[in-house]
């Protein structure tokens, strides 16, 4: 870790009746953001961290997939939710369940999904587009959330022809929301290419009372700091670039609290840590069989760079249980410095720009029209709880 250094300490971010020490949110991912891997992170740093994407619908019908994702660990405060639906009727039925049984503290909506089995059916980055819905759905959220703060989610629109966000910022605002977040990328974009990060400022300059929180590109505690001085955004999203580093957050707390402190890991720091992440996931399944088997997709991420054979990755992508893990881990030279540019920057895969996969005709019409209902009501039914 290098020496400190002393910065201008970032304010302190509100959302609503949540005040957040550092403007840090950790951007829910589906498979990923599980209590084992926020608890992780939590471990390193601070902030807000939220759950993967629950469907409203199966929380309404209480799946006992979506009733165990919207579980938190007691050491978890504050407990924050994501949501995903296209009804307004049963979004505020998910919010009022998740209020009435006190099981969050913040309430988060999913307006930026691209995962074309979700924008099929005119849901995630897609809905924004069908601006009534869209309003439909947020106010009725932010009422039936009450005092618990309801946030919004987006990106840039589904293409570079139709650009959603700034309409549906104002709008988000009007209903009340208490922040918004922009992942600056359209739909199309997927996660490739360079995030417009010119975008959020231009959002940041349309609402002139919601929090304005930036997503995009944020792989390094600078990166993150540069992104609030060149855009004036209010806080950070942090999503791909954690994976494998949930030291990650160490460096952005650091960061934001005024020190340019950056953790460079050995090979044994990064092996406790992965063990560490095994041992959550195994609580968190409840199964030792599961949590290895889910750990397994984590050791590309965090094994990024190092000096570890394509063997042993082999190995330890096979893991079968905390003993096989912790006999392969011992084979690793822990004493291996940090290897640098090779650990950092991009992670996770991007994908390449392509046409939005979206209802037929969805793009004729703002409000909706012909068979855009009929589309929606099955929308939920391909999304799981995660």
């Excluded at 629950?54 to 050491?75: D, F, G, K, Y």
């Excluded at 009450?146 to 987006?154: A, F, R, S």
């Excluded at 950056?262 to 560490?276: C, E, I, K, M």
């Amino acid at each position: 870790m290098s020496a400190p250094t002393t910065l201008s300490p970032a304010p302190r971010l509100t959302i609503g009746s949540l005040e957040l020490d550092v403007p840090v949110v950790l951007a829910p991912m589906a498979g990923i953001t599980n209590t084992a891997f926020r608890r992780l992170c939590r471990e390193f740093g601070a902030g807000l961290y939220v759950s993967e994407m629950i469907t409203s619908r199966a929380l309404v019908e209480r799946t006992p997939e979506s009733m165990r994702l919207i579980t938190h660990h007691e050491s978890e405060t504050p407990r924050s939710i994501q949501l995903y639906g296209v009804d307004p009727k049963t979004v505020s039925e998910a919010v009022t369940l998740l209020v009435a049984e006190d099981r969050a503290d913040h309430i988060d909506l999913n307006f930026g999904c691209p995962v074309p089995k979700v924008t099929r059916k005119g849901g995630g980055a897609a809905l924004p587009w069908k601006l009534g819905l869209f309003r439909q759905i947020v106010e009725g959220a932010v009422k039936a959330a009450g005092d618990v703060p309801l946030t919004v989610k987006m990106r840039k629109g589904i293409d570079s022809d139709h650009l959603t966000y700034l309409e549906a910022g104002r709008a988000a605002e009007g209903a009340g929301v208490a922040s918004i977040a922009l992942h600056a990328r359209t739909a199309a974009e997927f996660y490739s290419g360079q995030a417009d990060w010119p975008a959020i400022e231009k959002l940041k300059n349309a609402v002139s009372g919601a929090p304005v929180l930036g997503n995009g590109d944020i792989w390094s505690a600078e990166d993150a700091l540069r992104m609030v001085r060149e855009t004036g955004c209010d806080g950070v999203v942090v999503g791909r670039g954690c994976l494998g580093r949930p030291w990650l957050f160490g460096d952005l707390a650091a960061g934001f609290r005024g020190e340019i402190r950056t953790f460079r890991p050995d090979l044994g720091q990064v092996a406790v840590t992965f063990r560490r992440h095994a041992e959550l996931l195994v609580e968190f399944f409840d199964s030792e069989e599961r949590g290895c088997r889910d750990i397994r997709k984590h050791v590309a991420w965090y094994f990024k760079g190092y000096p570890v054979g394509g063997e042993l990755r082999a190995r330890l992508a096979t893991v079968e249980s905390l003993q096989h893990l912790d006999d392969l881990l011992a084979t690793l030279d822990g004493d291996l410095p940090y290897p640098g540019e090779g650990a950092e920057g991009p992670r996770g895969r991007a994908g390449t720009p392509k046409s939005p996969a979206l209802p037929d005709r969805w793009l004729e019409s703002q409000e909706l029209v012909g068979d855009d209902r009929t589309t929606l009501v099955d929308a939920e039914l391909d999304t799981s709880g995660g």
